[in-house]
């Protein structure tokens, strides 16, 4: 790394991360739906000319590692100008999956292209065979509307003709219009921040820090890895099922750790599925950044400069690195959480007193809509729940939180009942669902809605048959469990499920509990 000013470089890795989080300000004060407005299901971030990371705000990690694939697959798709955005969801060109819409405006000093600013929102419909676009489909086409890289402005102007083909082929075009129209004044913030910074200090100071801070986070992950006992370190773990089989479906890990640099090759993981919990390279690229970023202690920014010590090796056609047309929905947030299960329990072995039990494991994904005659109006809505967080060494884990892969927020009652035809019945934690040890594994939640009309109800949820592993000696934690209770009938569901209700009928999501750290104390 140059010589450079250290106070000088948390000057502008502090100007950076402040316009990404302004960013996210702007997009979630100023969108529709309760996903993006109350869950904050967003990210946002900064990128070099070639779309490389330079910093992010604390939003959602599957987005984050992810978006540079994304900005490069722009680059190679269309020729940007001043004033242009580009957005795009194809999970074979930089997506995650379909509800993942992301909006890419760049930024021109002297005539030149020198950045670019995103961001990704889930969307709660785009489309598919039921609402909320997280269906149980055997291929991509059936989830939901698939957008290439397209110009949504160019030159600054409206590509109307391109707005009006998406909002025609969702169920809620107004929610959409309006969280897009949010995403776009995102960028245009972010836009006008970043030429603010180069007012104020120079086009050139800003070129030299955007690149330099990419080898503050190398450096440090460098330094990371060099405290990691060399050697091979392998773990795996199984996803329940595909929501088409009830086949288990094995995601395995090797790491090798030589000095400074890793490799994780995902060989003996699962071929790709029927159904949609395939992840692209894309996801599987977010969950190792993530994982390895985690390491460090420093307080680093989240770039690309962190792929530069680490090989991916994900075989193609593999559950984690899918070959288009594979159905996706879920890969993007139930395949991505085990993928961490399965690198912290090979880094476990190699760091037995820093990785933490497994957490809940899953996102508990619910999608549901409908038509609400009371407002007149078509409806879908879409939410994850948290659950418990594996306990450390040092410390039990959370009750009730997101983990890992997400960093959403429970999307609070009254929001839910003011916007939606149903009642929140029970909210609440699990008792007794962390798994026993010296610290205990976090809670999971209880949460039960009750439809007020008819619904196209779609559950995409994890550890249902496989619990949270547990830590030096500690308990798993408890699976999860989901519930429909319908005209007095009471029935257990798996892990993914379609299904249509009636007004008055109810589901019950009970999350897994954290795994437990070390033996229990008799």
Known sequence: MKRVDPIELELFKNVFVAISEEMAAVLGRTALSPNIKERK?????????????????????????????????????????????????????????LPDITCISPIFLGGRLAFFVANRAHHSDVGGMTPGSMPLATELFQEGLIIPPLKLYSRGRLNQDVFDLLLANVRTPDERRGDLLAQVAAN???????????????????????????????????????????????????????????????????????????????????????????????????????????????DIPFNTGLMRPLEIRAPKGSIVNAEFPAACAGGNVETSQRIVDVLLGALAKALPGRIPAASQGTMNNIAFGGYDPEKKRHFA???????????????????????????????????????????????????????????????????EYEFRVPVDLTVISERRRFAPYGQQGGGPGAKGRNTIISQGRTKVVGSKANVKLGPGDRLRIETPGGGGHGKARR
């Open 41 to 97: 299901d967003f990210s946002c971030a900064l990128f070099n000319r070639d779309g490389g990371t330079l910093a992010q705000g604390s939003h959602i990690p599957v987005h984050l590692g992810a978006m540079p694939l994304s900005v490069r697959a722009a680059l190679d798709s269309v020729t940007f100008e001043k004033g242009d955005l580009v957005i795009l969801n194809d999970p074979y060109r930089g997506g995650t999956h």
């Open 381 to 447: 809505y879409y939410e994850t729940i948290g659950g418990g967080m594996g306990a450390g060494a040092d410390a039990a884990g959370l009750d009730g939180v997101h983990t890992h892969m997400t960093n959403s927020l429970n999307t609070p009652v009254e929001a839910l009942e003011n916007n939606l035809p149903l009642k929140i019945r029970s909210y609440r934690l699990r008792k007794g669902s962390g798994g026993r040890g010296a610290r205990r594994g976090g809670e999971g939640i209880v949460r």
């Open 188 to 298: 245009e913030i972010g836009r006008a921040r970043l030429e603010e910074a180069v007012g104020r200090f120079g086009a050139g100071k800003v070129r030299l820090y955007a690149g330099l801070i990419q080898d503050y986070s190398e450096k440090f992950l460098r330094q990371t890895l060099r405290e990691v006992p060399d050697g091979e370190y392998a773990f795996a773990d199984q996803l329940d099922d595909d929501g088409i089989s009830d086949r288990p479906i094995r995601i395995a890990v090797r790491i090798t750790v030589r000095g400074d640099r890793a490799v994780v090759d995902f060989a003996g993981s699962a071929p790709q599925t029927s159904g949609g919990v395939n992840a692209n390279f894309a996801v599987t690229c977010s969950a190792v950044l993530y994982v390895f970023h985690s390491l460090v202690e420093e």
